[in-house]
C-alpha cells in the first residue's frame, strides 16, 4: 500500500478517532470513581479482591446504586 493511498488516511483517521474515544472513555470512568469514592456500594466492591475502581463504578452504573437496606 502506497503511502499516500486513500486507505492509508482513512486508516490514520480512524486510528486517531479511536484514541479520542479511548482517552474520553478513561476521562468518563475517572470521572465516575471521583464521584462514587464516598458511596457504601463503591467501598464495598472495592474491598472485594479483583475488583478495582474501574470495575466498581461500572458495576454501580450497570446494576444501579439505589438499594434499600
Given at each position: 500500500?502506497?503511502?499516500?493511498d486513500i486507505r492509508c488516511e482513512q486508516l490514520k483517521?480512524?486510528?486517531?478517532?479511536?484514541?479520542?474515544?479511548?482517552?474520553k472513555r478513561e476521562e468518563l470512568i475517572q470521572q465516575?470513581?471521583?464521584?462514587?469514592?464516598?458511596?457504601?456500594?463503591?467501598?464495598?466492591?472495592?474491598?472485594?479482591?479483583?475488583?478495582?475502581?474501574?470495575?466498581?463504578?461500572?458495576?454501580?452504573?450497570?446494576?444501579?446504586?439505589?438499594?434499600?437496606?
Open positions: 500500500m502506497d503511502q499516500d483517521d480512524y486510528a486517531i478517532r479511536s484514541l479520542a474515544i479511548l482517552r465516575m470513581v471521583d464521584l462514587s469514592k464516598e458511596r457504601n456500594e463503591y467501598r464495598i466492591l472495592i474491598s472485594i479482591p479483583g475488583i478495582g475502581e474501574n470495575t466498581a463504578v461500572r458495576l454501580i452504573g450497570e446494576i444501579g446504586g439505589h438499594y434499600t437496606h
